[in-house]
C-alpha cells in the first residue's frame, strides 16, 4: 500500500492480562491487521499461568520483563508483513489492564532515551531500570489490611468512594503500594517512580517517563476527583512525606480535557522497524475506560456487557458515587464521568434455571418463558444470586416473592414465596430482575433531563444501596443502550433488556472482540487529527460521524413507551425485596 492510497496509519495496543494486542487501522476507521503476543505461548520461558504468577497468599504478579519482550516481538512481526508500511503510522495509543504498578529504580527513567536500536528493550532495561521485578496485577486479592485502613482514613467506604469514585479495593494501586511500602520497604526506598502500566507502555514508546493518564489514576484510591489532585490525606495512607510520594507518582497526572502528545515515538523504534520519526504517542488509559473509546457512546448511552457476570458502562455529567459502583473521569469527554457497574451474577445465573427447565442445556424453553405475553408474572419479583452479589452487596442468596400495593397507601406488601408456579416463572423473572436492577442503578447517574416528563410515579421513598430518592427519581432512560458479550446473541434477554432500560434514541447489538486495541486506535486518531487542528469536533461526536453503523452493529427495535413503563411497578417491589437480603 502507497502512501496516496493510503494516507495514514494509527495504532492501538491493549496489554491485558494474557496478551499484547496490536491492532492497525486506517484513516477511514477501517480495520488494517491484528497482531497478538500471547504469554504464556509465545515467551513460555517465564513460565506464567495465564500471564500472571499466583501465589497462596493472594498475590498475583506479572514479570515486566516479559512485556519488554513482547513489544518488541510485536513490532518484530509486524515489519514483517507487506500490507503495512509503518512508516505511515502517524500516532499511538491505548489500553493497558488497570490498576497495576511498575515501580522504576533512581536509574531507570534515564535509560529510555538512550535505548539502542541493536538491542533489545529487555537487554538494555531489564533488571537495571526497575525496583520491583515483577508488577502488581488487578487480580490480586493479598491487600485486605490496607483496604481497610484506606476506608478508615476516610471515614468509611462511602466517603473514600465519594473522594475517588470508588470504595477500597484490594486490586486498586494505592493499597498496593501501601502493601510494598510496609512489606517491601527497601524496594520502596529504591523506587524513583511509580507508573500504572497505562504509563509505562507509554513511556517505553515514548522513550522518556510519562505521567499517570488522569482517567486511570481514578482507579489508585488516591486521586481526588472534585479536586483533580491527588489527596494528602489518601497519599499519608502510604507515606507520611506527601511529597516524595507525589514525586514518585511522577507529578500531576494528564488532564484528559483536551489530547496532548506525551512525545514522540522513541528513535529505537524508528531505527529498528522503519516506523516514523514524527509518530505521536498519546495517552494510554486502563482498559475499560478504552472500551468506552471504541463505541460511539455520548452522555446519557450505557454499554451492557451481558457475560458471565453483567457490567455496565456509562458516559455520564452526574457524578454521584456509591461504594457499591465506580466512577472515573471520562478519557476524552472534558466534564464528564464513566460509571462502571458490575455484577457477579449473570449467566451463571441464567443458566442455572435454563438447566431446569431443559436436562439437554437447550434455551428454547427459557426464551420461550421470558417472551411470553401469557405467563402473569405481572405481581411476582426475585432475586437470584447463586454467587455473592457485588450490587446489592450481599452473600449468595434467593428470593423470591409475590406483591401488592396498600389499598390506603402508596406501600408495597410482599409475601415470601419458597417457589413460584413453575420454573418457567423464574425464567421471565430473573432476566427482568437483572435488568431491573441495572436500571435503578444507572438512573442516579443520568442527566436531570433525561426524565419522561409524561410519568408519574409518585413520591414514595424507595432504596438501594446508598441511596433513598423518591421513585421520580427513576422516571430517567438512558438515550442509547449497546449490548455486548455472549448473551447478547440471545434476542430474549435482549429484548427484555432493552424493555426495562427504555433507551430513548436507540438499541444497538454488536461484537467487540478488539474493543480496548480498538478503542486505542481511535483515541490515536481523534487526538492526532485534533492536536493537528483537522478536525474540531469532541471525540464522541467525531466518532458518531465516523464510526461504521452499516457494517459494525445491528440496529434493535426501539422500545415502546408502554413496555417501558410496564416495569415502573415494579421498582418498589425491588427495594423491598433487597431489604431482606
Known amino acids: 500500500m502507497t502512501a496516496d492510497k493510503v494516507g495514514a496509519f494509527y495504532l492501538g495496543f491493549d496489554l491485558s492480562t494474557q496478551q499484547l494486542k496490536c491492532l ?22 517465564y513460565k506464567t499461568t495465564k500471564g500472571v504468577y499466583l501465589h497462596e497468599d493472594g498475590t498475583v504478579e506479572c514479570p515486566v520483563a516479559m512485556w519488554l519482550e513482547a513489544v518488541d516481538l510485536v513490532f518484530e512481526r509486524m515489519s514483517k508483513h507487506k500490507h ?22 533512581e536509574s531507570g527513567p534515564g535509560l529510555l532515551p538512550k535505548l539502542d536500536s541493536k538491542q533489545s528493550l529487555k537487554q538494555q532495561l531489564y533488571p537495571e531500570a526497575f525496583s520491583r521485578n515483577v508488577a502488581p496485577n488487578w487480580q490480586d486479592h493479598s491487600t485486605g489490611e490496607e483496604c481497610r485502613e484506606f476506608e478508615e482514613s ?21 493499597p498496593q503500594i501501601m502493601k510494598i ?5 527497601e524496594v520502596y526506598r529504591a523506587t524513583s517512580k511509580v507508573s500504572l502500566v497505562s504509563s509505562f507502555l507509554a513511556s517505553i514508546l515514548a522513550g522518556e517517563f510519562t505521567p499517570l493518564e488522569e482517567a486511570d489514576a481514578c482507579g489508585m484510591n488516591l486521586y481526588n476527583i472534585d479536586k483533580r489532585d491527588y489527596d494528602d490525606k489518601l497519599l499519608r495512607n502510604v507515606d507520611d ?38 509518530c505521536q504517542i498519546f495517552p494510554f488509559t486502563g482498559d475499560n475506560l478504552a472500551t468506552i473509546c471504541s463505541l460511539p457512546l455520548q452522555p446519557n448511552d450505557v454499554l451492557v456487557s451481558l457475560g458471565t457476570s453483567t457490567t455496565i458502562l456509562l458516559v455520564t455529567d452526574q457524578y454521584h458515587p456509591s461504594p457499591n459502583y465506580h466512577l472515573f473521569i471520562h478519557p476524552t469527554i472534558p466534564r464528564h464521568y464513566m460509571g462502571m457497574i458490575c455484577y457477579c451474577n449473570g449467566a451463571l445465573a441464567r443458566e442455572r434455571i435454563r438447566d431446569q427447565l431443559s436436562e439437554t442445556h437447550d434455551w428454547e424453553p427459557f426464551n420461550a418463558a421470558v417472551k411470553s405475553t401469557t405467563l402473569n408474572t405481572d405481581n411476582e419479583i426475585a432475586c437470584y444470586f ?4 457485588i450490587v446489592p452487596n450481599v ?80 422516571k430517567k432512560r438512558p438515550r442509547r443502550a449497546f449490548f455486548v458479550g ?25 461484537e467487540t472482540p478488539n474493543s480496548c486495541a480498538l478503542g486505542g486506535c481511535y483515541r490515536a486518531m481523534w487526538s492526532h487529527l485534533y492536536y493537528g487542528g483537522l478536525t474540531k469536533a469532541p471525540f464522541d461526536n467525531f466518532l458518531n460521524e465516523q464510526f461504521r453503523w452499516d457494517t459494525d452493529v445491528q440496529s434493535l427495535s426501539l422500545t415502546k413507551d408502554k413496555e417501558w413503563q410496564y416495569f415502573n411497578n415494579k421498582i418498589q417491589a425491588l427495594s423491598e425485596l433487597e431489604k431482606t437480603l
Open 24 to 45: 492497525v487501522i486506517d484513516q477511514n476507521l477501517a480495520l488494517v491487521h491484528s497482531e497478538t503476543i500471547g504469554f504464556d505461548k509465545d515467551l513460555s520461558h
Open 84 to 105: 503495512i508500511d509503518l512508516s505511515l503510522v502517524r500516532a499511538m495509543s491505548g489500553s493497558c489492564q488497570q490498576h497495576g504498578s511498575v515501580y522504576w529504580a
Open 154 to 174: 476516610c471515614g468509611g467506604a462511602a466517603q473514600l468512594a465519594q473522594v475517588t469514585g470508588s470504595r477500597a479495593h484490594h486490586r486498586f494501586t494505592g
Open 181 to 185: 511500602a510496609k512489606k517491601e520497604p
Open 241 to 278: 512525606d506527601t511529597e516524595t510520594l507525589r514525586s514518585k507518582l511522577g507529578g500531576p497526572p494528564i488532564n484528559c480535557d483536551k489530547p496532548a502528545p506525551v512525545g514522540t515515538l522513541s528513535p529505537y523504534f524508528v531505527e529498528k522497524y522503519g516506523l516514523n520519526p514524527e
Open 386 to 389: 447463586p454467587l455473592g452479589e
Open 395 to 474: 452473600p449468595s442468596s434467593y428470593r423470591r416473592a409475590t406483591f401488592a400495593k396498600s389499598p390506603d397507601s402508596q406501600e408495597v406488601k410482599l409475601e415470601l414465596k419458597d417457589a413460584f408456579a413453575d420454573i418457567a416463572h423464574d425464567a421471565k423473572n430473573i432476566v427482568e430482575s437483572q435488568a431491573l436492577s441495572c436500571r435503578v442503578r444507572i438512573s442516579p447517574l443520568l442527566s436531570k433531563d433525561c426524565a419522561d416528563p409524561s410519568v408519574d410515579l409518585g413520591d414514595s421513598m424507595v432504596h438501594f444501596d446508598c441511596d433513598d430518592f423518591p421513585l421520580s427519581e427513576y
Open 486 to 510: 455472549g448473551a447478547s446473541k440471545n434476542d430474549a434477554i435482549v429484548e427484555r433488556f432493552a424493555q426495562v432500560l427504555g433507551a430513548t434514541d436507540g438499541n444497538f447489538r454488536l
